[in-house]
C-alpha cells in the first residue's frame, strides 16, 4: 500500500506540467512540488523536510529540464 502513494504524487506531479494548467510559472511549480514531496516523503514513512526541499527543487527546474517545457508557438 505504501507505494501507492508515491505513485498518486509523481502522477499529480506530472500532470500540473501539462498545457492550460493554471500552474505555469517557477514558484508555483515550487510550492506544488514541494506539497507533493513533502508527502511523498511522509507516506514511506521519510524525512517530510528533505521531501519539501527536493519535490520543490523538481517543480522550479522541471522546465528547465526539459519536462515541463510549452510548446513553442
Known amino acids: ?3 501507492i502513494y508515491p505513485l498518486i504524487a509523481a502522477t499529480a506531479l506530472l500532470s500540473a506540467c ?6 505555469d ?3 508555483e ?7 507533493l514531496g513533502y508527502g511523498a516523503a511522509k507516506a514511506i ?8 526541499i ?3 527543487l523538481a517543480g522550479v527546474f522541471c522546465d528547465d529540464a ?5 510548446p513553442r508557438y
Request: with cysteine.
Open 54 to 56: 527536493i519535490g520543490g
Open 1 to 3: 500500500m505504501k507505494l
Open 29 to 35: 511549480r515550487g510550492l506544488v512540488g514541494a506539497a
Open 25 to 27: 510559472n517557477d514558484t
Open 66 to 70: 526539459g519536462v515541463c517545457s510549452r
Open 45 to 52: 514513512d521519510g524525512d517530510g523536510g528533505r521531501g519539501a
Open 18 to 23: 501539462a498545457p492550460g494548467v493554471a500552474i
